[in-house]
Nanobody, 121 residues
């Protein structure tokens, strides 16, 4: 079993920055793709950014040039640096990772509990 623990959410003014972190722990053999999703009130959960184990990244059009995803494979941690934040970025941000557990050859999806980001003056 494994867990994803997110941190770094909070209240920020428009134009400000926040950095989210998500650390994986537990009976982990390896981690595949790691990603951040977000869900605004009344809306579906959408992909924000993803990063593969080799470092290739993918971003939603709405956050390109403002957000940067990165990962530390030693610490099993993924980060999301968010700059030039806008009110429409307000949402609960969820970490997602595909985990291969020890004694298994399959990668299974795992979700964090979510962290709230509020962009408001």
């Amino acid at each position: 079993q494994a867990h994803l623990v997110e941190s770094g959410g909070g209240l920020v003014q428009p134009g400000g920055s926040l950095r989210l972190s998500c650390a994986a722990s537990g009976n982990i053999a390896s981690i595949g793709v790691m990603a951040w999703y977000r869900q605004a009130p009344g809306k579906e959960r959408d992909l924000v950014a993803a990063i593969y184990s080799g470092g290739i990244t993918n971003y939603a059009d709405s956050v390109k040039e403002r957000f940067t995803i990165s990962r530390d494979n030693v610490k099993n941690t993924v980060y999301l640096q968010m700059n030039s934040l806008k009110p429409e970025d307000t949402a609960v941000y969820y970490c997602n990772a595909f985990i291969r557990y020890r004694a298994s050859d399959k990668y299974l999806p795992l979700w964090g509990q979510g962290t709230l980001v509020t962009v408001s003056s």
